[in-house]
């Protein structure tokens, strides 16, 4: 064969095995149909993060009865008196019906000094008292403890609570910095409450994330001599009645009167 011809030879080849290729290529395509993938979960998919519905607003009759439990900033520790403490002087204000049951040194894994740990305390409550709101306060007593056991501590205190009022609304209200710079462990407390709380579509309250102690007024609210150690003064716990009641009043329904007085006219400002 001449040189010609298998030149004309190579090309009707390679002209085949393109063709081929083609072919092949078409088939695939037509397997693949990109034009119809599946488009990905949108954002109400199963697999999309859920998002977790507000609470619903607070609706409490005209003189509720409210259980205010925590530790000693609920007990009113440095105030003059401890019912110049802040849950005293809110409960007063706006004529509650209230049980305020504060243990110095407790929290829910720590046993405190004049009674045991929250979970030991909530299983110690009466029935019968019936509230129609629960404020669950604190602790930066848990902060030499945490993490270990915390959120089970947390979980089963809580379940028991809600067994025992299941009729009750419960709002929690996290730990405030008795120190600054904010340590680390209660810090992470908050936020362990916050998510836990939020788990369970109750109100959750953040003293730390809604500023209420801060360099500016640190002084004016904590008494950090050797009496007070590190606890909010008479004048601090009014401070915290005027900053807990607006945050109730944030999320009450309109048609209740949960803080209709006016506020504290000696209270600091922010």
């Known amino acids: ?17 393109l063709a081929a290729v083609a072919i092949v290529g078409v088939c695939l395509l037509g397997m693949w149909r990109p034009w119809n993938a599946v488009s990905p979960p949108d954002a109400g998919g199963r697999d ?11 609706a409490l009759p005209e003189t509720p009865r409210v259980l205010v439990f925590g ?11 401890p019912t110049e403490g802040f849950a005293y002087v809110l409960s007063n204000r706006l004529g509650w019906d209230a049980v305020i049951d504060g243990v110095r040194g407790s929290g829910y894994v720590k046993p405190g000094i004049d009674g045991g740990s929250y979970g030991e305390r909530i299983a110690a409550l009466d029935p019968a008292l019936n509230p129609d709101l629960v404020i669950l306060e604190g602790s930066i007593n848990d902060r030499r403890l945490y993490p270990d056991g915390y959120r089970d501590a947390v979980t089963s205190a809580w379940n028991n609570l809600a067994a025992l ?28 409450l916050s998510e836990l709380a939020a788990e369970r579509g109750w109100w959750y309250i953040s003293p730390i994330s809604d500023d209420w102690i801060t360099e500016a007024n640190y002084l004016d609210v904590i008494d950090t001599g050797e009496i007070g150690r590190n606890h909010p003064s008479s004048e601090g716990h009014a401070y915290l009645a005027d900053r807990l009641g607006e945050a109730l009043e944030a999320i009450r329904d309109d048609t209740t009167v949960i803080a209709e007085a006016p506020p504290h006219a000696d209270s600091l400002a922010p």
Do not use: C, H
């Open 48 to 58: 999309a993060p859920q998002s977790v519905a507000a609470p619903a607003l607070l």
């Open 1 to 17: 064969m001449n040189s010609a011809g298998r030149l004309r030879a190579r090309r009707s080849w390679l002209t085949m095995i």
């Open 71 to 81: 530790d000693s900033w609920v007990y009113g520790s440095a105030a003059t008196v």
């Open 165 to 192: 009022y299941p009729e009750a609304r419960i709002v929690i209200l996290g730990p405030a910095p008795q120190v600054l710079p904010l340590e680390r462990a209660t810090g992470l407390i908050d936020q362990t």
